[in-house]
């Protein structure tokens, strides 16, 4: 495991205004596992990650990938993959279309963009208008835009959101391979039902501060599930 697939944050903090979205924020995140990122709505995960891609400038602190800031990495689409819930698609292009696109602009070839409609499971709706689309291909579309650069790190905000267990499902093979090859997955989810199943460490966040970093079986190895570790964390007020 290198160096060059960790995400560190140090010290980060944000303000917008008079709200604290994020305060004096540090964690590590390492590459072969798969790290939920937790926390309540309005925790502050969104606005963590959009700092860690170089999207919200942080009023302190620093987030970098493989000790780079993204603005300074060389080839940002080759070293992290990143799914925002915020994306659109042009609504009459294909699934297939809209990664050509993408992929002409990082420079990979048709032959990649077959590996990654099949890697993400869609060649049945590859070649379908993205405006049909249910909130599961959208999802997998995402993802498959984010693996075309083939990145060491992925960085995914609420993958699981809209999906049902069989896509949650899904998700969870999908994140457990790409852990499995050595990459780097942090994943945001405010459902701790469906993170716990799906992340081996764990970073919860309540009102931008870091609250617990460990692994999983350290919060739920007493037989509680991490809702319950969770509340018991943050004092029964999530
Ligand atoms: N651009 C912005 N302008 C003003 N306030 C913002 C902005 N972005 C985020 N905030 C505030 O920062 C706090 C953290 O928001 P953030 O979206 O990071 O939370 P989250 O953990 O992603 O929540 P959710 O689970 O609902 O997605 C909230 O109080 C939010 O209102
Ligand atoms: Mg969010």
Redesign the pocket.
Known sequence: MTMSNQVMVRGLTRH??Q?A?VTDLSFTVEPGVVTGFL??????????LRMLLGLVRPTSGTATIGGRRYADLTHPARTVGAVLDASSFHPGRSARNHLRVYGDMIGCSERRIDEVVDLLGMPEFADRPVRGFSTGMRQRLNLATAMLGDPPVLVLD?PGNGLDPEGIAWLRRFLRAMADEGRTVLV?S?VLSEAEQMVDQVLVIRR?RLMSAGPLAGLTGDGSTLEQAFLRLTGGAA
Do not use: I, Q, Y
């Open positions: 917008f205004g709200v979205a926390g309540p709505n309005g925790a502050g995960k969104t606005t963590t609420e945001s405010h931008g």
